[in-house]
Each structure stands twice: as structure tokens, then as C-alpha cells.
């Protein structure tokens, strides 16, 4: 594995995007957030930051700080809480409520200006039609936590398997996961992303290979499509 290769994404999601996303995918009533749960999958997905060596910005490290704080003031008695915060608001999570909530606001707002400048951009005949992907979301939209999601559910069926079988050393290049993955997609036709690690044995191979997707995609190699939230990702070579 090459110990220098570092992720770098253009990827403008912070940690209030997390949580949203966090709340999205398991469905829950952002009034009433089950704080340890979404404690514990924020950490999860810091611990796959790390393993991917991201570079990621001080403001995740704070939320995580911040939710670990509001899941041990939650576990107090009432009796047992700070008494100059107590008395500001009896439930920990209102805070971090109304952040969201305002957070949702201004990016709602925005996805809102962005449908119309597209559509009054195709009011103008000066570019060419995009082609119509069916089921597809265009790329980028398939954000970077939902290419973490699946990878998550990868390594840990990778790791379970691990100790069912001997491991012997093994020396994996991004460089060489990047042939491999632009020879399976080749014919063009989309391939599912579990596919990309269907023969990877190992927490290291699997790493690699995830690192080799994120490159390909950063370069505007591949296209990420996704039928509909959450569903299964598929990846697509883009014509040169």
C-alpha cells in the first residue's frame, strides 16, 4: 500500500452535512435525534477518515467533541446536571437542533437557486443537450458520505472474513487498482460498486482500491450513479 498517497477531495460537506445525512438515511425526526446512535455512526465514519488518511477539516473534530459532550450530559440525572447549563434548557440536544435546522434552511435554499439557474440556463439553445442517463444522478451528487456508507459495509465484511483465513503479506498500489478498475469498466456499461472489491481479501486491498475509485472520480474519469437515495452505488467509465 503506498503510505504516501494522500486523499484529497474537492469536497465541501462539513459536519452539519453528516448529521443531516446521518438522519436522512436512518429515517429519524431531526426534533427528536436518539443521540448515542448518531454519536456513535459520526465516530464510525471519522474512524474511516482516518483509515483513509482524509484530510479533514477541525470542525468534524469539534462536532465530535460536542456530541460526546451532549451524550454524557443526556446520561445525567436532571439532578446531576451543571447548574448554569441546566437552567439555560433541560434537553442537551436543542442546540445542535437548532443548528441543523438552520443549516437545512440556507442549504435547501440554495439547491433551490441552483434548480433556477439550470433552468433558466435551458431556456438558452447554446449548448448541446447533456444525454439522458436513465436513474442516473449526476456526478457529484452522489456525495462523498454515501460512497463512505458503502465502503464502510465493505470493510467490515472484509474484516469479519479475515479471521477465517490466513493472510499472507500482500503489496497493493493505488496505481495498480486504478488499471484494474479502468479495465473493468471499459465496455462502459455501469458495474455495481460492490463488484470493484468482489476478489479483495483484505483490509489493506480493500483500502487501496477504495483510494483508487476516489482518484478516478476526482479526475473525472468515472461517473457515480445512484438510482435512487441511498440505493446501491454504480460506477460508469466517462467517454473520453
Known amino acids: 500500500m503506498e503510505k504516501d498517497y494522500k486523499v484529497k477531495l474537492e469536497v465541501f460537506e462539513g459536519p452539519l452535512d453528516l448529521l443531516l445525512y446521518l438522519i436522512k438515511k436512518?429515517?429519524?425526526?431531526i426534533y427528536d435525534i436518539p443521540i448515542e446512535s448518531i454519536t456513535n455512526q459520526y465516530l464510525e465514519y471519522l474512524h474511516v477518515f482516518k483509515i483513509l488518511d482524509v484530510d479533514i477539516a477541525g470542525e468534524f473534530v469539534v462536532m465530535a467533541a460536542n456530541l460526546i459532550y451532549i451524550k454524557s450530559r443526556s446520561l445525567l440525572p436532571v439532578n446531576q446536571q451543571p447548574p448554569e447549563e441546566a437552567a439555560e434548557e433541560e434537553d442537551p440536544r436543542w442546540e445542535l437542533v437548532r443548528q441543523l435546522i438552520e443549516y437545512k434552511k440556507f442549504k435547501d435554499a440554495a439547491s433551490q437557486l441552483q434548480i433556477r439557474e439550470a433552468n433558466q440556463e435551458s431556456l438558452f439553445g447554446r449548448l448541446p443537450e447533456?444525454?439522458?442517463?436513465?436513474?442516473?444522478?449526476?456526478?457529484?451528487?452522489?456525495?462523498?458520505?454515501?460512497?463512505?456508507?458503502?465502503?464502510?459495509?465493505?470493510?467490515?465484511?472484509?474484516?469479519?472474513?479475515?479471521?477465517?483465513?490466513?493472510?499472507?503479506?500482500?503489496?497493493?498500489?493505488?496505481?495498480?487498482?486504478?488499471?484494474?478498475?479502468?479495465?473493468?469498466?471499459?465496455?462502459?456499461?455501469?458495474?455495481?460498486?460492490?463488484?470493484?472489491?468482489?476478489?479483495?481479501?483484505?483490509?489493506?486491498?480493500?483500502?487501496?482500491t477504495f483510494l483508487?475509485?476516489?482518484?478516478?472520480?476526482?479526475?473525472?474519469?468515472?461517473?457515480?450513479?445512484?438510482?435512487?437515495?441511498?440505493?446501491?452505488?454504480?460506477?460508469?467509465r466517462i467517454a473520453a
Open 130 to 208: 447533456k444525454p439522458d442517463f436513465e436513474g442516473e444522478r449526476p456526478l457529484g451528487e452522489v456525495s462523498v458520505f454515501d460512497l463512505i456508507n458503502a465502503f464502510q459495509g465493505i470493510i467490515k465484511r472484509v474484516t469479519k472474513d479475515e479471521d477465517l483465513r490466513e493472510i499472507f503479506e500482500e503489496n497493493f498500489t493505488v496505481s495498480d487498482k486504478i488499471d484494474l478498475i479502468i479495465k473493468m469498466t471499459g465496455s462502459g456499461t455501469p458495474i455495481r460498486f460492490t463488484e470493484l472489491f468482489a476478489n479483495a481479501a483484505s483490509r489493506p486491498e480493500v483500502v487501496v
Open 212 to 236: 483508487a475509485l476516489l482518484e478516478l472520480i476526482r479526475l473525472k474519469q468515472l461517473r457515480v450513479l445512484q438510482p435512487e437515495p441511498f440505493a446501491e452505488i454504480e460506477i460508469q
Open 26 to 29: 436512518d429515517e429519524i425526526e
